[in-house]
């Protein structure tokens, strides 16, 4: 008479981690892909932050070695992920629904570049989505800019209509993270004390766009609903630089429309700073 030995059941297996799963792609040890990212990609980062700008590459597959993202060390604290032209370049492409791409530029009366317009086409839509990036919004004193204006407006406009043909969100390209960080930290920056706390406020108002106002009225809503003053704003803006001759401005509405832009594009950055000059030192 034989007895039957049941089988304990198999425990099931706990699904990968996300550096196993990146260690795949690049067919790498997981500890050696660990020690390379901590030493030559994201040296700055924690390894709490670390496992987050790997799950951001995996969840779009973005190659860290070729410089398609990488993380960029936030002066108010964190890395966040920023992804490169050639990053967003070959995301757009290996959209299923990808239809191709063209861009139009705009010049002034001087001949020099106005704006540049993205026109995408997405299989199976009626209407192609088209994405206008203005110049003088996005500028920036570097020679780059200088040199290759309308090489660096496509290269923005590109990063801004694949983000809105595609619904892509979550990362950022280098220069919206370098002019939010700027927002962000100006204030900060020149405090007496870093680690400086602010006094227990309610949470900022945020303010959609309005349809049929301008930026400079809808800035003015922004910081008068949050309790500044146009005097506390062109006190702040011309201190760090974001305003020349702020003495000559008397109203919201006499601000010029690429700064009045700038700060609404970082709301919460923007009311930050304010908060950090308003608070008691």
Request: include cysteine; charged fraction near 25%.
């Amino acid at each position: 008479m034989s007895t039957a030995i049941a089988k304990a059941p198999e425990k099931p297996k706990a699904p990968p981690s996300a550096l196993q799963i990146m260690a795949a792609r690049f067919n790498v040890d997981p500890a050696k892909l660990h020690e390379t990212l901590k030493q030559s990609i994201f040296p700055k980062a924690t390894d709490a932050e670390m496992l987050s700008l790997v799950v951001v590459a995996n969840t779009y597959n973005l190659n860290i070695f070729l410089k398609e993202m990488y993380g960029f060390p936030a002066k108010g604290g964190g890395i966040v992920p920023v992804v490169s032209v050639d990053g967003w370049n070959s995301l757009l492409l290996r959209q299923p629904d990808f239809d191709g791409i063209e861009f139009e530029f705009t010049d002034d009366a001087d001949g020099n570049v106005y704006s540049c317009t993205a026109t995408v086409y997405v299989k199976n839509r009626s209407h192609a989505v088209k994405v206008t990036e203005y110049f003088a919004e996005c500028v920036r004193p570097t020679d780059p800019w200088k040199n290759m204006p309308r090489r660096m407006l496509r290269n923005r406009t590109l990063c801004q209509a694949s983000r809105m043909a595609f619904g892509i969100s979550g990362i950022k390209h280098e220069e919206e993270a370098i002019e939010i960080d700027a927002i962000v930290t100006s204030a900060t920056s020149e405090a007496p004390e870093p680690t400086k706390q602010l006094p227990n406020t309610p949470p900022p108002k945020v303010v959609p766009a309005a349809e049929g106002k301008t930026p400079q009225d809808e800035l003015e809503t922004l910081l008068v609903s949050n309790g500044y003053t146009f005097a506390e704003f062109v006190s702040w803006a011309g201190k760090l630089g974001h305003l020349e001759d702020p003495s000559s401005f008397a109203s919201f509405d006499q601000l010029p429309t690429d700064v009045s832009r700038r700060m609404l594009r970082a709301q919460a950055g923007l009311l930050k700073a304010m908060a950090e000059q308003k608070s008691p030192q």
